[in-house]
């Protein structure tokens, strides 16, 4: 599907004009095709989220170095999915734009994770062996796991991590050792760090191709579990327990080797944290062809909801009441899709954001900060992608204190509340018209400030806010995110574009 033909439906407008309708604010009939209203002062609290609960990961492969996800050829006929991987350096964390962007989305967690560290060897020295030992893939330095933790206290983010299980951390047995998991914890003390949470292994449903032992089924989980319990009751019970970090038991393109719920039946009660992966599809690097065309549609922005209730019983079922978090999770696993860098992601992230924060997840995420297709940041320059204008615009506007925005009739006009962060009594709202088509109507009882993102076309790498376009200043300062003001009245949101509305005199009871 070429760029053109899932262009926005108002992709050839003049900028002017284009603008114009943005952000009118006009005396709109209240029953035009996709009307709502929204009074902030009535809105009742139905929960609250974790202060960092937009959060991100850096991959365990990008701290150490190693065979990460190819670029994507000029041409996706040229894409040949046995060649998925390409050599990439250590990510450079002392970088300047890269924490001055990071530090702007804090607090935060950050996860240093994924499919590599279940056989990352932690060494001992600040240069790591030229090879890893026998049983591992890679070498984590102290230097590079001290790099980790100097970012983390500069940009205040809180460091998730887990912990490697591939043959090499394992007895003549087969049974889990704990001297590498030991290893990371006294590392991490000695450079004046702290681990706030870890997962004992990734996607444990996977294990498979995951990098555990041939053969490694449930029961061989609940044993080593166990053995992670109880040591880490001991080694550091001030780290949170997050688990299992399963993925694939929902209806997806990829299918499941243990089911979570064989996994939680094996390794008993004994987590802080229920926590769970999700991506939407697969990359085409693992195959997936999915048609950038429903990206907007009402099914793809659903699927997050289908996966979450999925874990939410299982949850239930094994650890009631447990908060659940999700770990990791973009559009596209295997490095995201192509379009994942452009607007047309935008959509999904905030509406995931908004769904899961209404159902009470607790934390959110993203994979990654600045890596492959998916990341918020581009790779090779730390330039924000539009999906960290999107990050942004949330982490100012919506607070922790979850409000009921009453749903509505038009299946493509998404609406979310929040406390703002910043001043007391007030509200935000996000709303997502993902029409590409149909203009909405929201009928504001306050006077609000508007804030509406928006791109010519849907895969443009650029977006801009209230007719402006976001990017960094020659200096690498963020600009300011200026609102427009917006009357009490209906306004106008125009097809696929994104608007939080900020309602400063709300005096909402619940926000204070």
């Not at 053109?4 to 003049?14: N, Q």
């Not at 299992?244 to 802080?272: C, M, N």
């Not at 993102?453 to 300062?477: C, F, M, P, W, Y």
Request: glycine share 8%.
């Amino acid at each position: 599907m070429t760029v053109s033909r899932i262009k926005s439906a108002f992709g050839l407008l003049r900028p002017q004009v284009l603008l114009m309708s943005l952000l009118a604010a006009t005396t709109l009939d209240a029953a035009h095709a996709g009307g709502a209203s929204i009074a902030p002062a009535e809105l009742k609290a139905i929960g609250t989220i974790d202060a960092r609960f937009q959060s991100y990961n850096i991959e365990m492969v990008e701290v150490t170095g190693g065979r990460f996800w190819k670029p994507y050829p000029r041409t996706m006929h040229a894409l040949d999915e046995r060649d998925r991987y390409g050599e990439r350096p250590p990510i450079d964390l002392a970088n300047a734009r890269l924490r001055k962007l990071a530090a702007a989305l804090a607090p935060a967690y950050l996860r240093v994770s994924g499919t590599w560290a279940n056989a990352t060897f932690v060494a001992d020295t600040d240069r790591a062996p030229a090879k890893p030992p026998p049983g591992f893939d890679s070498v984590l330095s102290r230097q590079q796991w001290r790099g980790v933790i100097d970012f983390a206290r500069s940009v205040d983010a809180e460091i998730v991590t887990s912990f490697a299980i591939s043959p090499g951390s394992r007895d003549a047995d087969g049974a889990w050792k704990t001297g590498q998991a030991q290893r990371l914890i006294d590392t991490t003390r000695s450079l004046g760090g702290h681990i706030a949470g870890v997962e004992f292994m990734n996607e444990p449903t996977l294990a498979a191709t995951n990098g555990a032992p041939p053969g490694y089924d449930a029961a061989a989980y609940g044993r080593d579990f166990r053995i992670f319990r109880q040591w880490m009751q001991r080694a550091a019970p001030e780290t949170l327990i997050l688990g299992p970090g399963s993925t694939g038991d929902a209806p997806s393109p990829s299918g499941s080797g243990i089911t979570t719920r064989d996994l939680l039946a094996a390794s008993a009660p004994g987590i802080d944290r229920f926590s769970y992966h999700h991506y939407n599809t697969l990359s085409p690097r693992c195959g997936g062809r999915d048609d950038p065309a429903q990206a907007l549609s009402a099914d793809w922005l659903a699927r997050t909801d289908a996966t979450f209730a999925t874990y939410r019983a299982l949850r239930d079922a094994f650890e009631p009441g447990k908060p659940i978090w999700l770990t990791e999770t973009a559009n596209a696993a295997c490095g995201g899709n192509p379009s994942d860098k452009t607007f047309l992601d935008a959509f999904r992230y905030l509406d995931q954001l908004g769904r899961l924060a209404r159902a009470g997840v607790q934390v959110v995420m993203h994979n990654t900060l600045a890596a492959s297709d998916y990341g918020l940041l581009d790779e090779g320059t730390f330039r924000p992608r539009p999906n960290y204008w999107a990050a942004l615009l949330w982490h100012r506007l919506m607070g922790t204190i979850v409000l009921d925005a009453t749903p509505v009739a038009a299946p493509d006009l998404h609406l979310y509340a929040h406390c703002h962060p910043g001043m007391r009594g007030a509200v935000s709202v996000l709303a997502i018209n993902a029409s590409r088509h149909a203009s909405s109507t929201l009928t504001l009882s306050h006077p609000a400030e508007r804030y509406t993102i928006h791109a010519t076309r849907l895969q443009d790498a650029t977006v801009q806010l209230n007719g402006k376009t976001l990017a960094l200043s020659a200096d690498d300062e963020l600009p300011r995110l200026e609102p427009r003001a917006t009357p009490a009245g209906a306004i106008r949101l125009v097809p696929a574009t994104v608007t939080f509305l900020a309602f400063p005199d709300a005096a909402n009871p619940a926000c204070r």
